[in-house]
Each structure stands twice: as C-alpha cells, then as structure tokens.
C-alpha cells in the first residue's frame, strides 16, 4: 500500500529555490510541513492539490498551505522552470498584527477554494518587480546577502497580500475535478478527530464502496485511510507544539491507543512525540 512522504526539510523560516527541469519527469503525491509558493516561469504543467487540478499559465502563483498532498503533472516536454519558496508557518506568525497579516493571502485562498492566483493585467506591476528582485536574491553573494533576502522575501509577501486584496490577481478555479470526492474531502477536513469509516462515507455521500476508494485514490494519490492517518498526524504535531499533553493529543486526533500513535508519528516524523516535546523545550 502506497504511503505520502513529507518531502523537503526546513530548518530556516524561509527557503528559495529557482528550479529548471529540462527533461519530463514524474512527481509523486508528496506534502510538507510547512508553506509552499510556487510561481510558474515556463512548463505545461497541471498542478494537482488535495483533489482540485489546475492547468497552469506563465507566472501563475500556486499556493499549498502545510499538509496539503500535491504534485505537478507535466503535460509535454516543454522545460518546466519555476520559483519554489518554503515558508515557516511559525515565521509568518510573527507577522500577525492588529493591522496586517502576511498569511491573508493563504486564508483568501481558502475562502475562496483555489490554490492559484493569476495576475490581472497592470495592476499587479509591484508584485511583478518584487518578484524579481527575490529570485536575482538567489545567487546573491554580497555583504549580508541573507538579509537581503529577507527583506525582499518579506516585500514579495506585502505585495503579493496587497495584490490580493485589490484584485491585482484573482484566484482562478480548478479545471478539473470530482465534486463528489471534493464534498468529501471537505467533510474530512471538518470531522478529521471522528470515527469515520468507508462504510459511513460511502451511506452518507450514496457512493459504491469500490466508486469511492478508487475515485478518492484517482483525485487525490491517497488511500481514505492514509488521507486520514496523515492529517491526523499533522495536527498531532501542531497540538503538540501548542503545548497540549501528548496523551490528549493522542485521543483528541482519532488514534485509538497510544502505542499505535507513537510508532506512526515516528515513522512520519522521524521522532517520538515525546522527543518533539523535548526539542520543544530546549
């Protein structure tokens, strides 16, 4: 049975790449555990997110919060280029205020249940310009070259929010999907800590037991099960971060005993909950 890796490690509040693969390749259903921003520069790319497909177009900006399971599918072998940025979530609330909030855009990309937004003609020429100015920062090399970075990571961000909030950009829908599987995973993400079996899904969406393991698993790269272990196991990880006792933690995802919790979150995490709390702490 197949099993979605947390691909990429963060050690640094944020990341940046500039990525150019000049031969087709195959991306497997991965997830992080933290943001991702991709920014498309060249590729016929469809890029495909927790069940929603988007074809994309030059200099489309893709957004993947923590946890979402995601590949790019590449359609032809046009050279598929682009800009990754992995981002802390830890770092960008340090950026909440009572005025502004870096991670707006995230949460309007939720609201509005899209993962892409396109520039909108002219209006978006600041965020265009920071844009640059941030990918040129990858092969800076002059005095204090990783606050540059920082600085012009942090104006990419006020741009892009800015952006989004004065239509500079719009969030473009999905091209392809299943609404059926999209109205479960939805109920999913809302009942994540409850019972939940194939046998209820499939009574309360009046779907095939079979219709629904391999339609889910076609839209998503997941198993029902896996889906629910994974996520399940990403918010051990935050409520554990929160200061949460383990043990509550453990009964408060949907894992019926503690063992079983334990051996899990070490294989996907690579430390005992226990140590993440001590890591915590020191």
């Not at 037991?209 to 272990?229: A, P, V």
Request: include cysteine; proline fraction near 2%; glycine fraction near 4%.
């Amino acid at each position: 049975m197949p099993e979605y890796k947390k691909v990429g490690y963060l050690t640094s509040s944020f990341k940046l790449f500039h990525l150019k693969d000049q031969n087709k390749k195959d991306f497997s259903y991965h997830y992080h555990d933290f943001h991702k921003i991709l920014i498309l520069l060249n590729g016929d790319i469809t890029y495909c997110i927790e069940g929603h497909s988007y074809q994309l177009a030059p200099n489309d900006i893709v957004l993947v919060h923590a946890g979402e399971v995601h590949r790019p599918i590449i359609q032809s072998e046009s050279p598929y280029e682009r800009i990754i940025i992995y981002i802390s979530p830890d770092y960008l609330k340090k950026y909440e205020k009572s005025d502004f909030d870096l991670s707006h855009c995230l949460s309007q990309a939720a609201t509005e249940q899209s993962h892409v937004l396109r520039f909108q003609g002219s209006r978006a020429a600041k965020l265009k310009t920071a844009i640059q100015a941030l990918d040129q920062s990858v092969n800076d090399k002059d005095f204090a070259a990783s606050l540059h970075q920082e600085i012009l990571f942090l104006e990419f961000m006020i741009q892009l929010n800015r952006a989004a909030m004065h239509d500079g950009i719009e969030f473009i829908n999905d091209t392809a999907s299943d609404e059926k599987i999209i109205t479960v995973l939805n109920y999913l993400s809302e009942h994540l800590t409850e019972d939940i079996s194939i046998d209820k899904l499939s009574a309360r969406f009046f779907l095939s037991r079979s219709y629904l393991m391999h339609t889910f698993k076609d839209q998503t790269g997941y198993t029902i099960g896996n889906y629910l272990s994974t996520k399940r196991l990403l918010l051990a990880k935050d409520l554990i971060s929160e200061g949460m006792p383990i043990t509550e933690v453990c009964y408060a995802c949907g894992f019926k005993n503690y063992s079983t919790f334990s051996r899990a979150y070490k294989k996907s995490f690579g430390e005992a909950p226990r140590d993440s709390l001590q890591n915590l702490k020191s």
